[in-house]
T-cell receptor
């Protein structure tokens, strides 16, 4: 079965500091990988996705993530945090090798940005 | 386009009551999903559908039922509400399983 591990349920950074949110996955086939963001009292929206091709993926709001097959990782980064980045972030992996055409989500990381 | 809409936004149920959470999308997506979100647990897939008339169980289907009579609508039914079903429920849709899922705003359900 697929699994997604997000290290750190809460991450706090200062405004202007580097943001690094970690995601490791398990998959027996090349995965499709996603990062979603959830602002308070809202649904999830896509930040970026990796399907095939270039392993460094750029998303919205200055975020990017790098697919590292050897480390089974897909960490999310942003060079300089902004107050508006405070939200919960979810990593997700395709579930296709189990035959279920859906995504498996990690448990989420809540990002706090201190002024 | 309205995207994915969900009603109601909030609901309080008594134990044993039943209700239907509504979900509709206007993007002509074949794939639709129901998730529940509990604090610190991420999203768990309840049911999903790959097209009208076709549904399948996710990770946590017990206590729920779904139907998909049209491409647009994917209601979730709770027959005998239990406190363990207190959660935030999200509906989502996608063009295919390899692409972005679009989420509704959620329904916050409390069972007392």
């Amino acid at each position: 079965a697929q699994s997604v591990t997000q290290l750190g349920s809460h991450v706090s950074v200062s405004e202007g500091a580097l943001v690094l949110l970690r995601c490791n996955y398990s998959s027996s086939v090349p995965p499709y990988l996603f990062w979603y963001v959830q602002y308070p009292n809202q649904g999830l929206q896509l930040l970026l996705k990796y399907t095939t091709g270039a392993t460094l993926v750029k998303g919205i709001n200055g975020f990017e993530a790098e697919f590292k097959k050897s480390e089974t990782s897909f960490h999310l980064t942003k060079p300089s945090a902004h107050m508006s980045d405070a939200a919960e972030y979810f990593c997700a992996v395709s579930d296709y090798d189990t035959g279920r055409r859906a995504l498996t989500f990690g448990s989420g990381t809540r990002l706090q940005v201190q002024p | 386009n309205a995207g994915v809409t969900q009603t109601p936004k909030f609901r309080i149920l008594k134990i044993g009551q039943s209700m239907t959470l509504q979900c509709a999308q206007d993007m002509n997506h074949n794939y639709m999903y129901w998730y529940r979100q509990d604090p610190g647990m991420g999203l768990k897939l309840i049911y999903y559908s790959v097209g009208a008339g076709i549904t399948d169980k996710g990770e946590v289907p017990n206590g729920y039922n779904v139907s998909r009579s049209t491409t647009e609508d994917f209601p979730l039914r709770l027959e005998l509400a239990a406190p363990s079903q207190t959660s935030v429920y999200f509906c989502a849709s996608s063009l295919d399983p390899y692409n972005e899922q679009f989420f509704g705003p959620g329904t916050r359900l409390t069972v007392l």
